[in-house]
């Protein structure tokens, strides 16, 4: 099975990821890591070519699960996926997480692909106002895979849709 978890920051998508890999022995992808490369600890970002060749490189694999954010460089994920679950979590949840997120990583409590800094953490809550503005464009885009599209809430809806 290949599935696809789309959602804002702080969503849950890498935790319903882990958690779906470890449930149906699938490994997990980040996004954020077929986005940015990491050589010798330097974060940069790389071109849509490279994504896609990693993420053909993915679909290699009979089983995959993706999370992650829209990108359009990634928009070939919507076809290659047999199955995308939408986690959109309540904005005041995501919110909170967002701010416990950074104090955790702050404090070395959580790990993170990034420097947690004041401007990411704006930068959160800045790409977390443009979803909410542009919601309805996300949405649009999601009903053109209803038939494989499973839009939920929170993890526990997931139970028994898979």
């Not at 974060?43 to 053909?56: G, T």
């Not at 949840?93 to 692909?113: D, P, T, W």
């Not at 704006?122 to 979803?131: R, S």
């Amino acid at each position: 099975m290949k599935i696809l978890i789309f959602g804002i920051v702080a969503s849950g998508k890498t935790t319903l990821a882990k958690h779906l890999s470890e449930k149906l022995n699938i490994p997990y992808y980040e996004g954020d890591c077929i986005a940015w490369g990491f050589p010798n600890e330097k974060r940069y970002k790389r071109s849509n070519e490279e994504q896609k060749k990693i993420i053909y490189k993915i679909n290699e694999n009979n089983s995959w699960i993706v999370e992650g954010t829209y990108r359009e460089s990634q928009k070939v994920l919507y076809d290659l996926a047999d199955k995308i679950i939408f986690l959109d979590t309540p904005l005041y949840i995501r919110k909170y997480r967002i701010i416990a997120r950074f104090v955790k990583q702050k404090i070395g409590y959580e790990k993170s692909n990034y420097k947690p800094s004041y401007d990411m953490l704006k930068h959160m809550f800045i790409w977390t106002n443009e979803f909410e503005k542009n919601r309805k464009v996300h949405e649009d885009r999601l009903m053109n895979y209803k038939d494989k599209l499973i839009w939920i809430k929170a993890a526990v809806e997931l139970k028994g849709k898979l």
